[in-house]
């Protein structure tokens, strides 16, 4: 089944044109097709078809409308009545609003990641789904509440096609287009720079600069507001002959600007709280360094959530957005030396290869870092960080720029009111990752072994992206029978394993990182389950002191193994354990601890290949 709405709305089923006729029958397979997956309520439904005033017999002609789309789709569309609407399903249907989005998507990955041929082919093919303007044969009612994000996404597909055509060298092929579409979109500062651009290359810098003035006086007369920094700096880059070919990106007129940021991966499921945060931190204007902590155990999503807040913020930083991983795979911290290398050379220093003496002088490294991002609105991501004294020579020396950090333990360096801990997922959300991974209808099918695979992950992200991984990748098996798997305590972390996910290999390397005693005490405290203790409750099992208790607690708390739940009625403060962190000590050797401190090994699935984790 295919469906199409950036055009006129139709379907299609194995190459024949299914006879839609009216345009409120198009409006209403258009707006659940908009959705997503998601319920159309009843009065959302009323509003795009009738206006603010919609007849008394509303719900029942939506009831008709209904019914004759479920005759004309067939059985490979389910039209469900869902309180308080409906909801489309057509799985493995064909939708190419999804495809357009798709493809975008991966275009402008490619473009951040400076990938300008592989960007190009994508966003040529995102585009080429347009058949003309959408939703030309629907109300006026949805096409003003849809049609202009839909024609905004486009463009901004298109000026993003452009930029990468400009990057590879096509100045001539693209100016006639870029000329048509600034008479068409006058106010548009990007395709005004980008044409301006074109025009420079093409030798004709007058015309460029004639482009500029034109501009401006449009923005003027009709805004009246002067031109903004992309088109302004473009402006200048033509006074200053720097437009050519080696500079990518007619917006910056720059090759120096670093983009570092890892490519956001699937659809981000909860977390809208702290993105908000994070992101309004980030965006804000302030007169001081701003400092970002994301903290909390291994797999609870860390890495996911700062890469998305930093890709929403990327716009606030034009002077580049590094990333860097603190820790080697196995947990170890690495090297501040080989941090700084890594992004001094993102940052355009030159002579810092192995054999150079500089890359191994740590002073002097500094010495560059702090040149190198001085007056600089950089936005630097250090994820999975070891602890203060590691961070401390990474950060920037511009007052504008923000640092986002990442680690299990707190930061001295980050006030409380900058430090966002996250917490396991609710059940809710638990579910939605899950079914976004698997399918909904392979746990719609059996709700009571949903319920089950999401208790038994714990709320836990990165075991949920296994789970949901491995339902994926056995699509002829039930969820019941991988919720029988992880039934057992003794085999569920052996289970939470796929590829390059493994809830153990996650958690070892908060283990190698606490004192030798540490992971003895969490192997004693396991026996007391996930509910609340006190520290005089853990000083019976330990068979030490109330004191010496506490501080092993809070060691465990320090490196996230450990959860602060509330105050106990005196006042004192209880201990949580997450359920996994309590397989995983109870799977722990006394012995082989006893012999080699921190970094034991397991008595089942043995750790012989450690590794980083992308849920982070």
């Known amino acids: 089944m295919d469906f199409r709405i950036l055009g006129p709305v139709e379907a299609r089923r194995d190459g024949d044109w299914i006879a839609l006729s009216g345009s409120k029958v198009h409006t209403v397979l258009a707006a659940m097709l908009l959705a997503h997956g998601r319920v159309v309520s009843d009065s959302r439904l009323g509003a795009l078809l009738w206006g603010w005033d919609p007849p008394v017999t509303a719900s029942a002609q939506i009831y008709t409308y209904m019914s004759r789309l479920r005759k004309l789709l067939g059985d490979e569309v389910e039209i469900v009545r869902r309180q308080p609407g409906y909801v489309l399903r057509a799985p493995g249907a064909r939708i190419d ?44 009612f949805l096409l003003e509440a849809e049609l202009p994000q839909l024609e905004e996404a486009r463009m901004f597909a298109l000026e993003n096609r452009i ?75 033509v006074l200053g002959g720097e437009l050519g070919l ?46 970002l902590l994301v903290t909390g155990m291994a797999g609870v999503g860390k890495t996911a959530l700062a890469v998305r807040a930093a890709e929403e913020s990327s716009g606030h930083f034009p002077d580049g957005q590094l990333f860097v991983e603190l820790c080697h795979p196995d947990g170890a911290p690495k090297d501040a030396s080989e941090v700084l290398v890594r992004l001094l050379r993102a940052l355009g220093e030159p002579g810092l290869d192995g054999n150079s003496p500089r890359a191994t002088d740590r002073d002097e490294l500094v010495r560059l870092y702090r040149a190198r991002t001085s007056g600089k609105r950089l936005l630097v991501v250090l994820d999975d ?22 680690s299990r333990a707190r930061l001295a360096r980050v006030a409380g009111a900058d430090t966002v801990a996250l917490a396991p997922l ?50 002829l098996w039930s969820a019941g029978r991988f919720a029988a798997r992880l039934a057992d305590p003794a085999e569920r972390l052996a289970e939470l394993s796929f590829g390059d996910l493994d809830v153990r290999r996650a958690l070892l390397p908060s283990m190698r990182r606490v004192a030798a005693e540490v992971p003895l005490a969490l192997t004693a405290l396991s026996g007391a389950g996930t509910e609340p203790f006190s520290a005089r409750d853990a000083s019976v099992r330990l068979a030490v002191s109330e004191d010496e208790a506490e501080r092993l607690l809070e060691s465990l708390v320090d ?47 043995p750790v012989a290949h450690d590794g980083a984790t992308a849920v982070g």
């Open 97 to 140: 609003v999804v495809e357009f989005e798709r493809l975008d998507r991966l275009g402008r990955e490619a473009l951040r990641e400076r990938r300008y041929a592989d960007a190009q082919a994508l966003l040529t093919e995102a585009l080429g789904w347009w058949r003309g303007p959408a939703l030309s044969n629907v109300t006026e």
């Open 163 to 237: 930029e990468a055509d400009l990057a590879l060298g096509m100045h001539e092929q693209v100016t006639a287009e870029l000329t048509g579409l600034v008479a068409e979109h006058p106010v548009r500062e990007r395709l005004r720079a980008q044409l301006m651009t074109a025009l420079y290359r093409c030798g004709r810098q007058a015309d460029a600069l004639q482009t500029y003035y034109e501009g401006r006086k449009v923005l003027v007369d009709q805004l009246g507001v002067d031109p903004g920094e992309a088109l302004g700096a473009t402006y200048q880059a």
């Open 246 to 291: 080696q500079e990518a990106g007619a917006a910056r007129g720059r090759s120096d600007v670093p983009a570092m940021l890892p490519a956001v991966e699937g659809e981000f499921v909860g977390r809208s709280a702290e993105l908000s945060l994070l992101t309004a931190r980030l965006t804000a204007e302030a007169n001081r360094p701003r400092r």
């Open 385 to 406: 960080a070891a602890g203060d004294l590691q961070v401390a020579p990474l950060l920037p020396a511009s007052p504008q720029a923000a640092v986002l950090i990442t």
């Open 426 to 475: 609710d059940d809710d959300e638990s579910l939605t990752m899950l079914a976004t991974a698997a399918g909904e209808e392979r746990l719609r099918d059996d709700p009571d072994a949903a319920d089950d695979l999401v208790a038994y992950c714990g709320g836990l992200p990165l075991a949920l992206a296994v789970m949901g991984a491995r339902l994926a990748a056995r699509p």
């Open 559 to 605: 490196t996230a193994l450990l959860d602060l739940s509330g105050l106990d009625p005196q006042g004192l403060p209880l201990y949580r354990c997450h359920e996994l962190v309590l397989l995983y000590a109870a799977s722990l050797d006394p012995a082989d601890l006893a012999a080699s401190g921190p970094g034991p090994s397991a008595r089942r699935s």
